[in-house]
């Protein structure tokens, strides 16, 4: 019987391509980061009208992990506590500071690759300090978010990555369309920093930047060492642009609203105000919602295909079975559900809920993984499916247990927070969501609590997984209540969330 259980396990771990790597035969690994790309932006995971024909293919060959969440932000900008996540491994409560620095001691993945022989290579959008930049990659292509920001898919600065980790302003340079539609480097004209918005004539978009260097890098690659590539994209973050004919596919009277639309957030959830939030007026009409859910869908199509030209790559040169790819999402996104349009928020498809597909290599014809998981266990998970030893900085847990069948679950819970304002706790088929109402008057911290005012939110995930109907109130969930708000408390202390650890003046605990 003990040989036939062997028997079997192997059997699972051949059908998924997960039998432990030699030494002498390293797989790549293409790590593909996406932002504001919400779980139900993929067409294949959650079946909504978004067309996105080659990240489905990925899905359909590999595996596929269902509920994969960010933990939180400390910040308005989540993709930066989310991209310090996923290259550390370690929680939101163990970064430095919001997570804009990466301290030498949190060892990166890229440097955990390198160590063991790995090219490291980075392309597209960074947020973290260039001291981290320059070590986590031993090459690099265009760099994203330097110095100076613009507003614009088809007119982003860039930089030329550097080792030393020095960028200057004066460097920054935009890929723009010559005479005879050849492109071209130019420098950044202070005049257009807050020029108008451009579109598909002026110049590339940023997706197709990013792609055709990850492109060139994968054609040139000798294959004498295997690689490890950061391919970061900024999209589908705002200005949601996309070239016309992509645009065309999602006629905007023709958009059908998710179950979540509201016109407005019920409620003060503690940052309303917020840039994500000032992208349309209040209410979000029909038509506002349409129009935005339209240009998202866009945006996403036309990602799609870049990663598709990427992944044909990988074939034509004969990388593609021997290549891990990874697929996530730094956060969800509102574009009108609840209300809201921004992702700083701890609703699922709004803000937390992201995907997560491996494929390439892997092989698993689609198969759905339900264990709970968040974006810093994607690191542990591929250093344990390259058979690379996972470092000791790292928090986040493998979920390589559960790809080979030897557990359904690595957590029993989730746990999210998001400023000093809202904190939920997720367990089993229930979702418990706390705010606390805090007005931003304070010009130092954007933050003072006014009169403890708080809003509890309870749901049954299984029945109602787009969070549209509240069970606090209701005198039959009054135990169960009790004892979500109770276990959440007790994981926030566990967690290190509170005041003297993120540095918040107030907390939200001080509230609740």
Known sequence: MKNLFKICLLAILVSTNLVAQKK???PNVLLIYTDDHRYSGIHELAGEVVKTPNIDALAKEGIIFTNTYLMGAYNGGTCMPSRAQLLTGRNLFNLKGIGRVIPKEHKTIGETFQSEGYNAHFVGKWHQDNQSLGRMFTSGGSVMSRGIYLTDHYRMPLWDWR????????????????????IVKRAVDKSEVRGPINNEHNGPHT??????????FISENNKEKPFFMYLAFHAPHDPRQAPKKYK??????????????????PFDNGHMTIRD??????????????????????IITHLDAQIGRVIKTLKK???????????????GLGVGNHGLLGKQNV???????????????????????????????????????ANIEIPNSVTGKSLLPVINGEKKQVRNYTYHAYRQHQRAFRKGEY???????????????????????????????????????????????KELLASMRKEMRAKAIELNDYKEHNNYPVDFWDYY
């Open 24 to 26: 002498s035969d390293k």
């Open 163 to 182: 080792a030393d980790g020095k960028y200057k302003k004066d460097e920054a340079y935009i890929f723009v369309y010559d005479k005879k539609g050849n």
């Open 207 to 216: 997706s197709e930047i990013y792609a055709d260097e990850a492109i060139d």
């Open 248 to 265: 065309d596919m999602y006629p905007e009277d023709k958009m059908e609203l998710l179950p979540s639309y509201m016109p407005q957030h």
């Open 277 to 298: 939030e000032a992208l349309a007026t209040w209410p979000r009409t029909p038509e506002i919602a349409r129009k935005h859910l339209s240009d998202y869908y866009a």
């Open 317 to 331: 040169t004969g990388q593609y079975e021997n290549t891990i790819i990874v697929l996530s999402g730094d956060s």
């Open 347 to 385: 609703y699922d498809e709004d803000g937390i809920h992201v995907p997560f597909i491996i494929s390439g290599k892997i092989k698993g014809k689609g198969k759905r993984y339900d264990a709970f998981s968040y974006i810093h266990d994607i690191y542990p998970t591929v250093c344990d499916i």
């Open 431 to 477: 979702k418990l969501i706390e705010f606390v109402r805090a007005p931003d008057s304070d010009k130092k911290t954007n933050a003072t609590f006014v009169s403890g005012t708080k809003t509890t939110l309870l749901f049954n995930f299984k029945k109602d997984p787009w969070e549209t109907t509240n069970l606090a109130f209701l005198p039959e969930y």
